[in-house]
């Protein structure tokens, strides 16, 4: 405020002592001041037109056409490349594994409930918020999602489940923080409280927002595969807040409780491209990205990615340490 | 060349006369008129304008006249100051009192007949500038305003039945507004919080501007429209296309657009 | 004395307007450009180069705001755009050019995002095309609207906002401008895809700003990759096969001839599903109807930035802890923890520049139901479409099934209902007087 005003304070004054309106004894005084409040005006003003945001790069004109008078020629030159990683191996391996949370584990202050109190905070007891549930006695990280990037081959148990899904709220909480799920696989989207809500998913590609009554049930199926899992909200409560993860294949699994997951039956012999994922990570995203030498040794991309290669029927054990700095905040 | 500024000068009534008297030619006059009011507000305006007219040149003549004939090259003689005339100043207060007085009195009924003699009809229209689009909404098939049988449009496309009183109920929904058509001389500004009255009566059909005349904000150039005038009959079969439009519950019935 | 302080004055004045002139026309005489989304090129913590990469395929495969350029796969009419695109000029038959920037942009913004010179000023904020989400249209939820849906707003704008109708334009020139609209919206989600290709696909490091090439030119499987992404994400949904228009079932319609007493009947049964839990609409539009009841959630819009911002600011907070916890290290551990801080600063610089130019986010506000305004139109069949797909881009929730056949909340007699109870709601004595009277009568203010 006083930055603005003073020039501009100055600049009314000086233009007074021209017009004679102000006595010549006070112009005096103000007119090394007003000197520098036109300049400190003008700067202001030569700022205002001055780019402060950045607004990102432009295109180059002659790489775009180099790239455009490429356009025709794709059908003709794309064949020979396969689409999906080819199969090379045989057999199935499992990956199981935990990861631990390196300092004191955070506490979760309450959800911000500021209505419906009776329903969503009975007692005056408020659920505590799950951005990042660290168990006190093992360090382990709830709510890690782990799956697989790509599968060139899928086994029996991984193939997407004919079984509907349960993904119930509860005292305004989604009751299952991170889900993972199948596409095409039947979510039951259930309210198990005495007032409405909505769930809105909304992810890149699917995207969801419908009322479901109090004690209702309403089915809904994801169409099509998400990179990340997609936000859930409710806006009717908005603190309420979980993620959906729709995959392809069940190649998934999200940490328990003691930082504990397990996925069976991967695809052995090949190159296994893993995400791992969590809601508060500070990666793009909310990749996880643990630069620890234990995390180099599994190839850990600054992208929350790993890669391994299972022997059949290997079983293969993964232990995590994640440093604080590797979350949000 | 030394009366190179009293020619100078006399380019100013020239030029001014010729334009007013060029610009019809190019078609930079009045648009159509098709009130019945409007030939008493063109009367009043062209009186007006030759009154001023015959003035604006005696004036500049005699400015020229004066330039001219005391060019500083020409005359050195010394300058001779007058202290004053009482008559003088006497006759110049009053002619223009006068003058000004009578333009007052013989546009009163002008006036009033635009502005204080309100018709005894119901409001055809109301009509609310917001930033930056005219938005109308019609009386119904009751025809009484603020019921469920209202129609609104949002299309600047406003509709009047022609050769009959209408009544319009201006408003603004933000800022001041000022709704103007141009082709029935009628002007109002409109002020946020109050309602104005506009009644004229159609001469003829057809689709006419709407424009608004007051600075209402950086869009203001956004906010033009059409008014079409069409005979009672087809007014109301309009009216009543648009009310169904508007009750639409089925996509067969949705225009096609 | 005086004179030489004035002149001295003068003097300075002319220098600084000078100065500001030259800044600003500086900053202008350049023809604009297309620019990133930056918020979502930040977020992912894109490198430089491939920022550089996704606007050099951009402009190939979209041109520029002065040459635009439409594969024949997007099915734009190039011939259109380009009687949209380019700067404000008229030919001397009247043909008027430059029709986005002379009615759209300065509120639209070149690139579309919404974030025009004027934009700061309207209430609600104009459109961002980009991510290709329209609020009021008749297709299902997820789905883009169809031609007829942007048309319509063209036609009669968006009462309540800034958004004028264009009626008055020639149809050629709203052809026009439909197609530039649909045009920024595919440009912004193929922008969004490229984004997501290179997260998901190539490797990058934002520390040493190295990465692997995204090449169209030279990688003949990333070219086609890419060009599947457009046919198939982007294109295809503004096909009409790829829309399916919600379209109520006939059994359920309400008939046009009911008395009184039916109406009145089907007005009741919308309030209890209004007031109640199966519905409820009065959460968000509140007990009143006035939509004071939850004002707290953000449209889809509004939200990205925000969370950009929320972000900014853990980074900001993470860095102090940091800082704080160095002094405590020593050795190599030390070395360590202060590269990783100096990238943490390096990042929070690039954020806050990318947040400077961002709109403040604002609180998607439910309606008013007793104004007597529907800015996606007032016909039953209007509101019927609301409720039935909710608003996408909003919090408003559906309740009709979310794909066709799917389960729905609401029976189709319910949302019929609620339609007739949210039609009935400005004429209740309580929203009475719509209006306040006029000024030549009695008045209470």
Known sequence: MSVVS????????????????????????????????????????????????????????????????????????????????????????????????????????????????????????????????????????????????????????AKPSGDNLLYDQKVCVFLTHVCAVTVGQSLDIR???????????????????????????????????????????????????????????????????????????????????????????????????????????LGWTNKGRLTITLQPDEVKEIQVTVPASAFKG | MNRFWSLVFLLVPVLGVATFVVAPYYHHWFPRDISEHGRVIDQLFMFILWLTGVVFIATEGALFYFMWKYNASNNREPVKFSHGSHTLEVVWTILPTVTLLFIAIYQMNAWADAKMRKPDVPITAEITGRQFNWDVRYPGADGELYTPDD????????????????????KSSDVLHSFFLPNLRMKQDVVPGMGQNMWFKAKDTGEFDIVCAELCGWGHYKMKGRVTFESRVDYNAWLQRMYDEQEAKTVAMTPEE | MMTQRFHAICWSLLAVFAAALAGCVEAESEPPKFRLNMTQVTANQLVPAHQQAIADILDAMFGTPDKPFALPETGLDLRKLKMAAGPVWSDQAGGKHGLYRRHCAHCHGISGAGDGPTAMIVNPYPRDYRPGVYKFKSTFNPNEPTDEDLHHTLMDGVPGTAMPAFSVLPPDEVAALLEYVKYLSMRGQMESLLVEFIVNNLDYDPVTEKGSPLDLVNDPDQREEVMALLADDVVAKWQAEGQVVVVPDESAI???????????????????????????????????????????????????????????????????????SLAELDGEAWDAANAELDAKKRALVERREVAAGLLPPRNAIPRNLRTNMFRGGRRPLDIYRRIHQGIAGTPMPAGGPAVPGAQGTLTEQEMWQIVDYIRSLPFEPASQPQERPLNSEAVVY
């Open chain 3, 254 to 324: 309400p008939p046009n001839d009911r008395n009184a007493a039916e109406l009145a009947a089907s007005v009741k049964a919308g309030n209890v599903l209004f007031y109640g839990t199966k519905a409820n609409c009065v959460k968000c539009h509140g007990p009143t109807g006035l939509g004071d009841g939850q004002q707290d959630d953000y449209d889809i819009w509004s939200k990205a930035d925000r969370q950009f911002m929320l972000d900014t600011d853990a980074l900001a907070d993470s860095i102090k802890t940091d800082t704080a």
């Open chain 1, 191 to 297: 309210n198990s409280d005495n007032v409405g809500h909505n769930t809105n998913i909304a992810g890149k590609k699917n995207t969801f927002n419908q009322t479901i009554p109090a004690g209702a049930t309403i089915a809904y199926k994801v169409q099509k595969e998400e990179a990340t899992p997609a936000p859930v909200n409710c806006s009717i409560h908005p603190w309420m807040v979980g993620y959906l993860l729709p995959r392809e294949n069940a190649y998934y699994a999200v940490s328990a409780a003691d930082g504990s997951f397990e996925i069976a039956n991967l695809p052995a012999g090949e190159k296994l491209d893993i995400q791992v994922w969590h809601e508060s990570a500070a990666g793009p995203g909310g990749a996880l990205v643990v630069t620890t030498p234990e995390a180099k040794t």
């Open chain 1, 6 to 157: 003073s020039p501009l304070y100055v600049l009314i004054s000086g233009g007074a002592c021209l017009a004679g309106t102000m006595p010549s004894s006070i112009c005096t005084k103000r007119w090394s001041g007003s000197l520098a409040g036109v300049v400190a005006l003008g700067a202001l003003m030569v700022a205002g037109c001055g780019p402060r945001a950045d607004f990102g790069p432009v295109a180059n004109a002659k790489a775009a056409s180099e790239i455009r008078a490429t356009f025709g020629a794709s059908a003709a030159a794309g064949d020979a490349a396969g689409g999906a990683a080819a199969s090379t191996g045989t057999g199935w391996g499992t990956i199981r594994g935990r990861f631990t949370y390196d300092g004191t584990a955070p506490t979760m202050p309450p959800y911000n409930v500021n209505k419906d109190q009776a329903t969503c905070a009975p007692g005056g007891k408020t659920p505590p918020q799950e951005w990042l549930i660290v168990d006190s006695g093992t360090g382990g990280i709830k709510n890690v999602a782990v799956y697989l990037r790509e599968a060139s081959r899928v086994h029996d148990s």
């Open chain 2, 151 to 170: 129609v609104f449009r949002y299309d600047g496309m406003i509709h009047l039945p022609a050769h009959e009183e209408v009544l319009l109920l201006i």
